[in-house]
């Protein structure tokens, strides 16, 4: 990167400014059971309550805002779903056109969402690399930019902010965080969580579904490794390789990856409803599940962070992750 981590720290502080009143300053949540299960006191951010569903409404909002500001009357976004529908919404605020590229298998809520934003919804593939191409192709055709979901500079340092919310308010309540964990898709989200924790001495970790794990061997190997992306009920933590921003952020400064299962998922996603009262989506209660597996650290953990990512899930599936015998419909879930 030609910038400094210290440098780009500053864009997730000035997005936080610029976000401020235009985004909802989710709560931060805590139960006694959940505390008990990790031997430490563990605070939630619940951006699943977010406008849009998700803290990718963040990222969108100072992207879009920043390009509308500029004379763009349209952007273009591809993803699995949040970014899209917080691409959307974004743009709709800014009166800009909004074109977002889903896979075949979206869930459909993510696509009745989108739509209901206004943006012209388009299908492309499973595959990310699909999406991309295609969103590429109608940047051409209309000379819109295209947003991506986690390799943007504005996008990184939106999503940070939610982080950076969650360290100030630890810390305005005497409770500072030792340990931040945030899910990994395609690295910005995690990305913005090490911008926003630089120089604060708290260790922040990626967590990733068994089989969706770039981010865990492009660290082991020094260099960017995509995999083919294994089924999971985290349909928004499956992108086949970490975008090439986040993964220069994150190198030097990521504390680890922690893999986590769809039991695992699961069974966080059944905290997280029993406990809390809040629905998170599989693809945010991963983070709670790898707060759940931390390695040890150097010393005992106090106060773990954890960002609840977003909150759009189907009914059905939430009904499957309720079933007592979650491991007997794990691949049917896994499929929707």
């Known amino acids: 990167m030609s910038r ?9 502080e000035e997005a936080s400014r610029w976000l401020a009143g235009r985004v909802v300053r989710t709560p931060v949540l805590r139960s006694p059971v959940i505390d008990e299960l990790t031997g430490a006191r563990v605070l939630l ?17 100072r992207a879009v805002g920043r390009l509308a500001a500029a004379g763009h009357s349209g952007v273009i976004a591809q993803s699995t779903g949040n970014h899209a529908v917080a691409v959307a919404l974004a743009a709709r ?30 299908f492309a593939g499973t595959g990310v690399e699909e999406r991309v191409a295609v969103a590429n192709g109608l940047s051409d055709e209309s000379g819109h930019p295209v947003i991506d979901a986690y390799d ?8 940070g902010t939610a982080s950076l919310e969650l360290i100030e308010e630890a810390e305005r309540a005497g409770t500072p965080l030792d340990a931040l964990v ?30 969706c794990d770039s981010l865990a061997r492009s660290l082991a190997t020094g260099v960017r490794v995509p995999v083919a992306p294994a089924p999971t009920i985290a349909d928004g933590l499956r992108p086949s390789c970490v975008g090439e921003l986040p993964f220069a952020i994150v190198r030097d400064t990521l504390r680890g ?23 998170a ?12 597996r ?14 609840l990512t977003g909150g759009n899930v189907e009914a059905g599936l939430v009904a499957r992750l309720m079933a007592p015998r979650f491991a007997d419909v794990a691949g049917e879930g896994a499929a929707a």
Do not use: W
């Open 281 to 292: 989506e599989p693809s945010g209660a991963a983070g709670l599940a790898g707060a759940l």
């Open 182 to 211: 945030v899910p990994v898709g395609g690295g910005g989200g995690v990305a913005g969580a090490c911008l926003a924790a630089a120089g604060s001495g708290i260790e922040v970790y990626g967590v990733e579904p068994v089989g």
């Open 45 to 61: 951010k619940a951006e699943n309550l977010q406008n849009g569903g998700s803290y990718k409404m963040r990222g969108a909002l």
């Open 152 to 159: 943007h500079p504005d996008v990184i340092a939106g999503q």
């Open 4 to 12: 400094t981590v210290g440098q780009v720290r500053a864009d997730v």
């Open 257 to 279: 990856v922690v893999r986590v299962d769809d039991d695992e998922i699961a069974a966080a996603f059944r905290l997280i409803l029993t406990e809390l009262k809040v629905l």
């Open 93 to 122: 605020q800014h009166g800009l056109a909004a074109t977002v590229v889903l896979p075949v298998d979206a869930a459909p809520t993510k696509v009745d969402r989108a739509r209901a934003a206004g943006a012209r919804v388009v």
């Open 294 to 307: 931390l390695p040890p650290g150097k010393e005992r953990r106090r106060t773990i962070g954890v960002v």
